[in-house]
């Protein structure tokens, strides 16, 4: 059966690029010259924002004394299960060292980048939680300097939640910037900051489109888009359960794709009805986006069985996948292309996103067809060494001169030859290149 689309978006996460990259360019070419006195102009153009940028321990102790203690509580809770689980992840990657040959000794490494800048969104909605997953997972990583950096708000500041979270989970500062001249803060180590070796974080399209133009001067977490998610749903969903979870990933943004595939026409129209009226009782700013979002992004899909809905999913490639259906581990087992997996109606997104320990930066816009998310992982290099005996060197040396040869490769050919005529000087050797 072709797939039956009882609701089809109009728009795309793509429809709406807009023109930022000259823009963004622009701003990042004038602060790299102009450093940190033009950073605090941008800062104050576009935070509204004119005080201390970086934040000293006295305004942090402020900071935290305004969180109230329940909030502290759930924030240390979070932070608690982050880390347990990014330990674990560490816990994945080992160094070791193998003989390949007798004498022929190879190696691999873990090492964790130097300086690690966090960006944390505080615009529209204070992110607690990405300071808690950026922070934490840099800080079990070994980074040595970890910068947290938020929008402030004009006259207020950075949230005093957001800096209370950095703060827990191990920032070294805290910088009261936002937008492209946060990133660029760190990028360039402006305000005697080190210079960050990785970029990570969720931001707007501005805050995405500086990271896009500065990877390879520095690495980041991944190229992010609207952030998307995606419920399949079987006959044994509860319809009430799924539309409450479409509707509270379609307020991150007027063009946050959701999606639901279900073999259950019954379903299907059931979720249809009600999302609507549940966007209406949101609050005015979380209703539009909402709104928005379900009227031009979102998709109903309906499959003919199971097999179909996995294999629509993998096509989608959404960075939230959430599973309300019989037999979890089938899903389990067959499911390849997501960013974090939901099993079962008794998890849902925002545990993920909050509170539940595994990561909520992950990749967007079919980005988990080739890459995951956030983990210790993106902050470590995998590196390799080598050691070899003279006699361990000589079967190495004589294939790699006959190989460069045969590559054209003259110069590399010449350094496996002089070790062998001076470690093995009485030997003759055939190092030439058969065609």
Not at 58 to 82: G, R, T
Not at 94 to 99: L, P, Y
Request: hydrophobic content about 40%; overall charge negative; proline content about 4%.
């Amino acid at each position: 059966m072709a797939l039956e689309y009882l609701k089809k978006a109009t728009l795309t996460a793509q429809s709406d690029a807009g023109e930022t990259q000259a823009i963004v360019r622009g701003i990042l070419n004038d602060i790299e010259a102009g450093g940190d006195q033009s950073a605090l102009e941008y800062a104050k153009k576009f935070d509204k924002y004119e005080g201390n940028v970086l934040l000293t321990q006295d305004e942090i102790d402020a900071a935290i004394d305004q969180v109230p203690e329940k909030l502290k509580k759930d924030i240390q809770f979070s932070h608690a299960n982050v880390k347990k689980f990014a330990e674990a992840q560490k816990a994945t990657v080992a160094n070791f060292e193998v003989e390949i040959l007798p004498g022929l000794t190879a190696g691999q490494k873990a090492i964790p980048v130097q300086a690690a800048g966090c960006y944390v969104p505080g615009g529209r909605y204070s992110h607690i939680a990405s300071a808690i997953m950026t922070v934490t997972t840099a800080k079990v990583a070994g980074c040595k300097h970890i910068v947290a950096c938020s929008p402030p708000r004009p006259g207020v500041g950075v949230a005093p939640a957001i800096i209370y979270a950095a703060h827990v989970c191990g920032a070294d500062r805290i910088l009261a910037m936002g937008g492209v001249q946060g990133v660029a803060a760190m990028t360039f180590g402006l305000f005697g900051l080190p210079k960050a070796n990785i970029l990570v974080g969720p931001g707007n399209q501005f805050v995405a489109e500086a990271k896009r133009i500065l990877f390879g001067r520095v690495g980041i977490d991944m190229f992010a888009g609207p952030t998307d998610s995606l419920v399949l749903a079987d006959k044994t969903a509860d319809p009430e359960v799924v539309a409450v979870d479409l509707v509270g990933q379609a307020e991150h943004g007027y063009n946050s794709p959701v999606w639901l595939v279900t073999d259950d026409r019954g379903i299907a129209e059931t979720v249809m009805n009600r999302v609507p009226e549940l966007i209406e009782e949101l609050p005015e700013l979380n209703r539009d986006n909402a709104r928005a979002a379900w009227r031009d992004y979102a998709e109903v899909i309906l499959c003919a069985d199971r097999d179909e809905m996995a294999a629509t999913s993998d096509a989608y490639a959404p960075e939230h996948l959430t599973v309300q259906a019989q037999d979890l581990d089938w899903w389990l087992n067959r499911l390849e292309c997501y960013g974090s997996l939901f099993l079962g109606e008794e998890t849902t997104v925002a545990f993920g996103d909050k509170a539940s320990g595994t990561n909520h930066v992950l990749p967007t816009s079919g980005a988990a067809n080739y890459t995951g998310g956030l983990s210790v992982h993106k902050y470590m290099k995998i590196v390799t060494w080598q050691r070899s005996t003279k006699e361990g060197a000589k079967p190495v040396a004589e294939a790699t001169a006959r190989i460069s040869r045969l590559e054209g490769m003259e110069g590399h050919a010449r350094t496996a030859d002089i070790r062998l005529k001076k470690y093995f000087p009485d030997e003759t050797f055939d190092l030439t290149a058969d065609a």
